[in-house]
């Protein structure tokens, strides 16, 4: 791959430590075509650049990581995010990719697993973390369980298949996808599409199911 | 100073006149009886005379400190405003007993306002024993009946009062015309600022609620988050050691932030799955100086075949972390309606299952055994190079409970 080719990234985080740290992490495989440690500066300059991916941070003052995507997604929706917190709050992380992020994942990732995800965000594809695919497990909780908080409003969106399910629990599990492919006997292909479905259903699903099982979290 | 009853201004003068204390405080209640003078020289001496062991009166620490002295002055204003409709309503059956008792209520607010801390917790005890005006939080039915009853004789006193002033088309009709036009020129007049410090009080309420929660932060952040920077610091050349402390602080903090629920309930109430799998995590991670990543699906309560399914865990976990070589264990645990299952894996070296040494062996064995005495079972799958997996899987029985 040339340098021209490489792909562009950008990255938002409000902690000037962290931000070196994906850099250095990131090495030359990606260029590196700015950084902001603010949400109004993130939005101008994403805007300006138009990055390939931005890595995501979703804490920070002023609307988050949240405010960043909102405003983004709407002028420059080919821009893939990929939100990056340390944060465990299952709240957090449904809210940045019902905003529109296709990927979640956690600070202390390996730089090979961060530049594996933002090859995948770039060509379209979702990355879920394993902490994510629990969170996904639990907010659709299986239908013939007792843990169904209201029933399904749109079967089509508020319930996962029993494949995609599958598929979350060997991520979850730490499955890389090259190994849930071997392990269900499918396509990496397959596994892909499966993980982008679900984000879909994630993004779409009634709003009601899913805030109703955050709020049961928070309680907990 | 313990002789007192209330502010201990008899008890003060007694010593002070050399006189018996219980006459003194007869008097004194004789004095508030006839006539009220009594409510106003206490209230005076009380304000104006500071007690033995502090330096400075209530009356001064008021005058002292601006935003109290304008709640005082707010409320004096308010209190003129109601003694002079009184008298314009030419009420004479208030008269007297009216000014003592409202400028008693103008002196009680400046004990509330300046009272020294020491003296105001008294002062909460003594109203909290108070039977009727006391602010208990007795809400049974006897309390309803009381402020109904004291409410509607006042209001029937009311009523009275005006019509023996005359009937409401007569005379007394131009005297509600002046008074209503009196209250309203006092509103014009000061309500702006009656507002302002109510605004003030409840702003000041809210100050203090955040102070508070900031000094909890604080405190927190001094115990766990600085004492770990410092054993940090101080075992800087160990590489192991700082990973373990940072992620014992970086666990304890996650808990506090995301999960601040957990900390108060863990003594009083059952544990839970979720909670026994969160102990596993920090003991490993503890005392191996290896990263857990544990993942919850659902919640349980605890019973005999989910505690053998913890423990099992726990084995599978201690093992991972002691012999596959990687400081990361990933472990998944899923609560289902039928089945419990958890899944350990690393990446580490692996092994062949079927070549280990009698030791390891001896551990999974009891790994397999306790899980079938509950009807679970176990699937270890591992190659040299590739890590390794250990499936716990246990049904759960719903019909006999």
Known sequence: MTVADR???????????????????LGNEVEVVGEADEVAAAIEMILERRPDVVLLDVHMPGGGGRAVLEAVTVLAPDIAFLALSVSDAAEDVIDVIRSGARGYV?????????LDAIYRIADGDAVFSPRLAGFVLDAFADPTGQRMPVPPFDPELDQLTPRERDVLRLIARGYAYKEIARELGISVKTVESHVSAVLR??????????????AERRIQ | MDDRVLGGVCGGLASRLRVGTRTLRILAVLSVVVGGIGIVAYMVLWIAVPTADECSSIGGRVVGDRRQLQVVLAFSTAVLAVLLVLQALGLNGFGIPAWTVLSGAVGALVVWRGASPAELVRLREAVNAAPVIGSTPDKGWRLFAT?????????????????????????????????????????????????RTLRDLSTERRERVRAEERADMASHVHDSVLQSLLLIQKSAGDPAEVTRLA????????????????????????????????????????????????????????DGPTTALVGACREASVNAAKWSGCTEVTVFAEVEHD????????????????????????????????????????????????????ALVLPRHHGDR
């Open chain 1, 7 to 25: 792909l562009r990234v950008f990255v938002v985080d409000d902690h000037a430590l962290i931000r070196s740290g994906i850099r250095v992490e």
């Open chain 1, 106 to 114: 956690t600070k202390n990732i390996s730089g090979t697993d961060l």
């Open chain 1, 201 to 214: 259903k994630l993004q779409l699903a009634n709003r009601y199911q899913l805030s109703n099982w955050a």
């Open chain 2, 147 to 195: 402020r109904a009853l004291i409410g509607a004789f006042l209001i029937i006193f009311g009523i009275a009062e005006l019509s023996r002033a005359g009937s409401f088309s007569g005379a007394a009709f131009a005297v509600l015309i002046g008074a209503v036009a009196f209250v309203g020129g006092f509103l014009v007049l000061f309500a702006p600022w009656w507002a």
């Open chain 2, 247 to 302: 992620r014992i602080q970086e666990r304890e903090l996650r808990h506090w932030l995301f999960n601040p629920a957990m900390l108060g309930r863990r003594a009083d109430q059952p544990a839970t799955f979720a909670v026994a799998m969160a102990d596993i995590e920090r003991e490993v991670e503890d005392t191996y100086g290896v990263g857990i990543e544990l993942i919850l699906v659902g919640d349980c309560p605890m």
């Open chain 2, 339 to 390: 089945a419990v299952s958890v899944f350990v894996r690393d990446l580490g070296q692996g092994f062949e299952p079927s070549q280990v040494p009698e030791d390891r062996k001896g551990i999974a064995s009891s790994m397999v055994d306790r899980m079938a005495r509950h009807g679970g079972r176990v699937t270890v799958s591992s190659a040299p190079g590739t890590g390794c997996e250990v």
